[in-house]
């Protein structure tokens, strides 16, 4: 089992509750409050799950520069109070940092035993083969 630090305890839940901000906030019609609560939640506790330098470090790295223009724009863009044009640049940025990570997302959902067996059904087996290929390094 991983032992986590009382840190990266809180860092988890600020990430739960933002992703759930940010769900709840997409379901009601791109609620402008919810949206930015979840925004400010999420960066919050990603810095405290992995450590403020480590945040900065994977942030701002040479290679995903516009990713981090466009997730952070996204987050700066729904504060203003323009959400769904916000979440777009949001998202986009969001697919684009962490593209690397998916392979390996997805390797572990196929080793769950519902959620495997629906990833390995003809039809959505391409998609998430696709989805799953890296190019790229993290």
């Given amino acids: 089992m ?14 739960g509750f933002g992703v759930f901000f940010l769900f709840f ?6 609620d402008k409050a919810l949206l930015a609560i979840g925004n400010v939640l999420f960066v919050a506790g990603l810095a405290f799950v992995i450590g403020l330098e480590r945040t900065f470090r994977f942030f701002f790295q040479k290679h995903k520069m516009k990713a981090t223009g466009f997730f952070l ?6 504060l203003i109070g323009w ?15 962490f ?3 998916f392979p390996v997302v997805i390797g572990f959902i196929r080793r769950v035993p519902v959620l495997g067996y629906l990833l390995n059904l003809p039809g959505i087996s391409s998609l ?3 989805a799953g290929e890296s190019n790229n390094m993290v």
Avoid at 3 to 11: A, E, P, R, V, Y
Avoid at 73 to 78: K, R
Wanted: net charge neutral; aromatic share 12%; proline share 2%.
């Fill in 99 to 101: 593209r690397g990570f």
């Fill in 73 to 78: 724009g996204g987050v700066l863009v729904v």
């Fill in 128 to 130: 998430v083969d696709k």
């Fill in 83 to 97: 959400p769904l044009i916000g979440m777009v640049l949001e998202i986009y940025g969001f697919f684009l940092l």
């Fill in 2 to 15: 991983i032992s986590l630090t009382d840190t990266q305890k809180i860092g988890m839940g600020l990430t």
């Fill in 25 to 30: 906030g997409m379901i009601l019609f791109f």
